[in-house]
């Protein structure tokens, strides 16, 4: 019976860690797509949407905080990165709710 149950918790952390590298892979991916697509939109219409640098630059910090979990790190790394994922998320609240949110470049 030990040995049933010492198996479960095997193949569960086995699944856990696969998840959190292939997560982590995804979360790559999605920056980069995000980046592309500020581009696009940049060369298409000359405007620059600064929602779309602060969401690839909140995805880092959320797959930052997913490497927490594998990697070792100080008190002050984690620190700075919460204190970024705050600012990120307060620059994309007020981008979105008060200021303008595109900038025509000519």
Known sequence: MEIAIYAII????IGMAFMLFVLK???VAMILVELLQT???????HKFDMRLILAAGLTA???KVLVFG???VDAMMMGLVVALIVVLTASMVVFTKYGPIT???H
Do not use: G
């Open 70 to 72: 594998v990697e070792p």
């Open 61 to 63: 910090m959320v797959r």
């Open 10 to 13: 095997a193949v569960f952390l």
């Open 103 to 105: 900038k025509s470049i």
């Open 25 to 27: 892979d995804l979360m």
């Open 39 to 45: 581009v696009i939109v940049f060369i298409r219409e």
